[in-house]
Each structure stands twice: as C-alpha cells, then as structure tokens.
C-alpha cells in the first residue's frame, strides 16, 4: 500500500524567508502528485499538480518538483509571508489506487511577521 | 463557477439517527470520492466512485453507504451514526484522467 511521509510536520519561519517542504511515497507507480494548502477547519485548495512525467511545476511564489523513481517530492515557497500559515499536504495517486489519493499527514507552516 | 457543493457545512446528530451529507460538483467529472479526516490519523478515503453506477470501497468503508445514480451527485449515508464517525468529511472530484482533484469545502459531524 502507498505510503505519504511528510518531513517536518511543523515549521516555523520568519517572514521574508525561502522554504522547503518535503513529501516522499514508496510506490514509484503514480499518476500524479498534488500539493494542497488546508487552513484551519477549512477545505482543501489544490496549490500544484505534477503528472507522473513531468519534473517541476511553478505557481508564483511556489515550485513543486518530482523526482518519481526515488518517490520524492518537495514544495519550494519563496520569500514567505504571514498569509502563507497552513497546512500543506501532499498527495499522490497511485496507478493501483482505484484512482485515489493517498494523503501525507501534512506539514503545518507557521511564518510570523 | 466550477466546484463541489457538500452540504451541510456543519451536522450534529444523535447516535442511531439516519443522515445524508449531500455532494454535488459541476465540473461533468467522473471520479468521485468521499474522505475523512481526523487529528494524526490525515485525510483517509470512505468510498469512491469511477462513473454513475459505479462505486467502490476505500480504505475506511466500515458504517457509510454511497450511491451515484447521476454524475454529478455522490451522497454519503449513515444509516446508522456512532460517535467514533465524528469526523470532518470531504468530498472530491476529478476527470477521468491523470488530472488532480477538486475538494469541497468539508462538513463537519458531530455524533453525540
């Protein structure tokens, strides 16, 4: 079964500053993966969506890239504000999944001013 | 405005009490899903559904139902709620193909 880790479950940065986040799964048999922000008790807003066979995917300030064979991906957000406080979660769709995403646990961002 | 609709936003109920929470997107998507998510244990699918008539199990099926007999309604049912189904609950939508998914904005049950 595909398994989402996302490293590290909580940050915390200062305003201004550039960020990682990190998503690996161990099944490298995926359709796609899509990052997610979740703001507390709200719904979730789809951020990025890269296909199986591409590399990188910009938004703005956000970058996601994939690297499918190590079952990696990160989400680079730049020049951090106050309004990007989130949660973020990775998901990936697996080729044997019924088409379902399979979840990260999320990585919650704090940026202060 | 493309999206998905669940209502309602907010349920409580009593244990037993049958409930619908309604899905409806307006994208002509055909993937289907419903998710709930509770703290440290994320966002986990109940059921799916790849096309009308056509619905499968996820991974935490146990005390829900789904029907879809129109493509743009995915009700989820609980016949007969517990308070262990106090969750919050998503439903999602995709094209039938290696496209991402579209969330609603969640309802949140409370079964008491």
């Known amino acids: 079964k595909q398994e989402v880790t996302q490293i590290p479950a909580a940050l915390s940065v200062p305003e201004g500053e550039n960020l990682v986040l990190n998503c690996s799964f161990t099944d490298s048999a995926i359709y796609n993966l899509q990052w997610f922000r979740q703001d507390p008790g709200k719904g979730l807003t789809s951020l990025l969506l890269?296909?199986?066979?591409?590399r990188e995917q910009t938004s703005g300030r956000l970058n996601a890239s994939l690297d499918k064979s190590s079952g990696r991906s990160t989400l680079y957000i730049a020049a951090s504000q106050p309004g990007d406080s989130a949660t973020y979660l990775c998901?990936?769709?697996?080729?044997?999944?019924?088409?379902?995403?399979?979840f990260g646990k999320g990585t919650s961002l704090l940026v202060t001013p | 405005e493309a999206q998905v609709t669940q209502n309602p936003r907010y349920l409580i109920t009593v244990t037993g009490k049958k409930l619908t929470v309604t899905c409806s997107q307006n994208m002509n998507h055909e993937y289907m899903s419903w998710y709930r998510q509770d703290p440290g244990l994320g966002l986990r699918q109940i059921y799916y559904?790849?096309?009308?008539?056509?619905?499968d199990k996820g991974d935490v099926p146990e005390g829900y139902k789904v029907s879809r007999k129109e493509k743009r309604n995915f009700p989820l049912i609980l016949e007969s709620p517990s308070p262990n189904q106090t969750s919050l609950y998503f439903c999602?939508?995709?094209?039938?193909?290696?496209?991402?998914?579209?969330f609603g904005s969640g309802t949140r049950l409370t079964v008491v």
């Open positions: 890269i296909q199986s066979s591409q």
């Open positions: 998901a990936v769709v697996g080729t044997a999944s019924g088409y379902a995403l399979n």
């Open positions: 559904s790849m096309n009308v008539e056509v619905t």
């Open positions: 999602a939508s995709s094209p039938a193909s290696v496209n991402g998914y579209t």
